[in-house]
């Protein structure tokens, strides 16, 4: 069965620092890979996602993300965290279901804190 | 933003009573979703729709009944809410081969 594991629950950065939010997955085929951003109360926005092609995705805000297949790992970075970055952010695996569409197994977030 | 409202954006209700959220999207996407969201576990899927009449259910959908009779809208129902079942519920839609895009969330508390 497909899973995702973001193994941290919260990190805590310096505004301006570099960030890195790891996820692993476990999936049998080829992973088409999600990064979601939840700020306080809101909804989920997307950040990026990897569907096949180019390892390294770029995605908004000044993210981006490496998909490595031998690490099962698709790990989020931005060089420069900003205070506006703080959030929770959620990595998913979609995986086929009955009469198509893209079925998503999420990770169970980790928090950001940025200090200024 | 995509066209996606939820319905009501807050609920408290009391135990055994039934509970109907409400979807609607302006996209004339396919398909849509029924997650709930809890500290701990992420999001995790309950229902889902590939077309009008057309629903399954998730990883997580005892308790839990879903209905779409219009492209537009996709309901969810408690039949008999319990403190359980106490969560923020995000709709989500998607067109064939893309990615899913999300609701602002429901906040139901069932006392």
Excluded at chain 1, 58 to 67: P, R
Excluded at chain 2, 68 to 89: C, G, I, M, P, W
Aim: net charge neutral.
């Amino acid at each position: 069965a497909q899973s995702v594991t973001q193994p941290d629950i919260h990190i805590t950065v310096s505004e301006g620092a570099s960030l890195e939010l790891r996820c692993n997955y476990s999936y049998g085929a080829t992973p088409y890979l999600f990064w979601y951003v939840q700020s306080p109360g809101q909804g989920l926005q997307l950040l990026l996602k990897y569907f096949s092609g180019d390892t390294l995705v770029q995605g908004i805000k000044g993210f981006e993300a490496e998909f490595k297949r031998s690490q099962s790992s698709f790990n989020l970075r931005k060089p420069s965290v900003h205070w506006s970055d703080a959030a929770e952010y959620f990595c998913a695996v979609e995986w086929g279901v009955t009469g198509g569409g893209n079925k998503l197994t999420f990770g169970t977030g980790t928090q950001l804190k940025v200090e200024l | 933003d995509a066209g996606i409202t939820q319905s009501p954006r807050h609920k408290v209700t009391e135990t055994g009573t039934p509970v109907t959220l409400r979807c609607h999207q302006t996209e004339n996407h396919r398909y849509m979703y029924w997650y709930r969201q809890d500290p701990g576990h992420g999001l995790r899927l309950i229902h889902y729709s590939y077309g009008v009449k057309d629903t399954d259910k998730g990883e997580v959908s005892d308790g839990y009944s879903v209905s779409r009779s219009k492209t537009e809208d996709f309901l969810l129902t408690l039949e008999s809410a319990t403190s359980s079942q106490t969560s923020v519920y995000f709709c989500a839609i998607s067109r064939e081969g893309s990615e899913q895009y999300f609701g602002p969330g429901t906040r139901l508390t069932v006392t």
